[in-house]
């Protein structure tokens, strides 16, 4: 933990920082959300990786979480967590690190959508003695995998599981491109109707489907009817992001990720300004590109988080960002060694960038947390 004094201007650049009050807020609105809806909700881990986050989303106690690696259930078994969704197709090979979870008392429900795969699992159950459950991932939208709800082999992997199978899981990944509320709703009514006729196509043929899952979090945050739904998963909220609040999910303020630079150089004649943010801090995405304001590699704010007018990074190399004025903005006066805050496109893709997070709260630095590597 940072000395209680060290502010944003202290630690090397670039380095990721989280507001504490925004992240919390954030973890309150969606919760908050689904105890009106009266549905569990199972937060997805895989944006900020980090047992302190992931803690902000349930209220400081362990509950239901959902993983997008084995590392990260490993590392959640380890930190109390015993309810753990690995919400990645199965890889055979990698069931005898579930099984491992299982032996320790950890339900792990593992997500597939091939009778290859039912098989894999149903083999790997028979042989170590223990019941592996189950997800069939099915296709609401197109995105992804997943077997569409019509399809035989629905019913022919539900068999091939028979006692593995837990239900199903759908993922309404086509929610990121929705760019009305009206859209979001019809993508979230949309999401639920499969999800629950696929487990009733289950049921009617005496098959188990008692998880019902859904989630994203544009459909999460849009949603007012979850009858016959049992959960929800939802992740980028924790942080949320360019591409969120392009959709009107959220605002710019309650971005609670950002990643600190500082200005090395300009070019005046190309209406430059250099910083030492490039790619390998901000990452590559550039979600924001197609919607109606291209955000570039980020929005700008000095280090109390107040906007820039009109800055933006709009390019970015390996070490290297550089900032431009637009919309008529004049190119602000930033000297060598000013120091920024850049507002990520996809807050999954920037947090991947870094190691830990400095944890800021009311202008210091409080805390560090770590976050989980490996697969």
């Known amino acids: ?52 986050a992931t803690a902000l989303m349930h209220g400081s ?32 090979h990698k069931l005898p690190r579930v099984v491992a979870l299982l032996r320790r008392g950890i339900t792990v429900r593992v997500l597939l959508d091939s009778v290859a795969q039912a098989s894999a699992v149903t083999a790997a159950a028979r042989e ?6 189950s997800l069939i991932e099915v296709d609401c939208d197109g995105h992804r995998g997943g077997v569409l709800p019509d399809d035989p082999a629905l019913l022919a992997i539900g068999r091939q599981l028979h006692d593995c199978l837990d239900g199903i899981l759908v993922h309404a990944g086509e929610s990121y491109f929705a760019t009305t509320a009206a859209a979001q709703r019809e993508a979230a009514a949309h999401e639920r109707d499969v999800a629950v006729a696929a487990a009733q196509r289950l049921r009617d043929e005496g098959l188990y ?19 016959g739904v049992t959960e929800v998963r939802a992740g980028n909220y924790i942080f949320f992001d360019l591409v969120m609040a392009g959709l009107g999910v959220c605002r710019v303020e309650d971005l609670a990720l950002s990643v600190v630079v500082t200005v090395i150089g300009h070019r005046p004649e190309h209406g430059w300004i250099l910083t030492d943010g490039g790619w ?4 590559r995405d550039r979600g924001t590109a197609n919607q109606a304001v291209d955000q570039g590699y980020g929005l700008v704010t000095d280090l109390d988080g107040t906007l820039l007018p ?27 060694g000013t120091r920024l805050r850049i507002l990520p496109n996809h807050a999954c893709a920037t947090a991947a960038q870094h190691a830990s997070y400095r944890i800021v709260e009311n202008g210091r630095l409080t805390d560090t947390w770590q976050r989980i590597s490996g697969w």
């Open 310 to 336: 009109g800055l933006v990074v709009t390019g970015a190399s390996q070490e290297h960002g550089i900032l431009t004025a637009r919309d008529g903005h004049p190119l602000p006066d930033l000297p060598i």
């Open 61 to 92: 106690k362990p509950g239901p979480i959902t993983v997008s690696t084995l590392a990260e259930a490993e590392a959640f078994a380890d930190g109390g967590y015993t309810d753990i969704t690995y919400a990645v197709g199965i890889d055979p």
């Open 1 to 52: 933990m940072p000395p209680s004094d060290e502010t944003l201007a202290d630690p090397d650049t670039p380095f990721a920082v989280v507001e504490l009050s925004r992240a919390q807020r954030n973890a309150e609105r969606l919760a908050r959300r689904m105890r009106d809806l009266g549905v569990s909700l199972r937060p997805h881990t895989k944006t900020a990786k980090a047992l302190p």
């Open 280 to 283: 390998m801090a901000l990452s």
């Open 128 to 133: 170590a003695g223990l019941r592996i459950p």
């Open 209 to 227: 489907a008692g998880t019902v899952s859904v989630g994203s979090t544009p459909t999460a945050h849009a949603t007012d009817d979850l009858a």
